[in-house]
């Protein structure tokens, strides 16, 4: 209540906008894009001529399949910068960090006192509950080491992917990834 008009106070609506920013920024999956330590995305190294590292990691709010997914988009954009058509994976790593948290509390002391007649009671309770937890997924991450190939040697090679071809089917899903982020 506004204490000088009697009448209901409502926050600005520029508060309001903020604090839904802030709520719906708390809760976006990871976006395509380079890794940003607090929110996620993409990363390579070099290892050797025409080898790469390649990661994504996505927050707790990013499912898995697409993190693999833009593993794969990153892959095949990787590949074609360096001017080859197909891509082999030697490696392939995941990993999915659950923390454990504990919930709800798991002690209690209690104090109590009370008069009844003349005669006067007090008491000193402490009770301890069992350790509970719960899962808390904090990211998924994926990574794939990579060779890069001709069109050549893709020909030859088991489980060589055409970089072209997933760029194309996975470039709508990295287009709504961006539009949700921004």
Sequence with gaps: MNARRGTPYF???VLVAAGLLLIA??????????LDEKKGGYEQ????ERVYRVSFRGNRYTRETDVIDFLFLRCAELTRDNGFSHF???EDYGRTQVDLRPRGPSSSVGL???IAS???FWGLGFS???HRYEGVVSYHLAMFVIHLLTPEEASSAAGAYEAEFLIRSLAPKKER?????S
Aim: hydrophobic share 20%; with cysteine; charged share 15%.
């Design 11 to 13: 926050p600005p609506p």
């Design 177 to 181: 990834s961006l539009k949700a982020e």
């Design 25 to 34: 920024c708390a809760t976006d999956p990871t976006p395509y894009q380079p």
């Design 45 to 48: 190294t070099q290892l050797q």
């Design 128 to 130: 301890t509950g069992a």
């Design 88 to 90: 082999q994976i030697q």
């Design 112 to 114: 109590g006192f009370g």
């Design 118 to 120: 003349r005669r006067s």
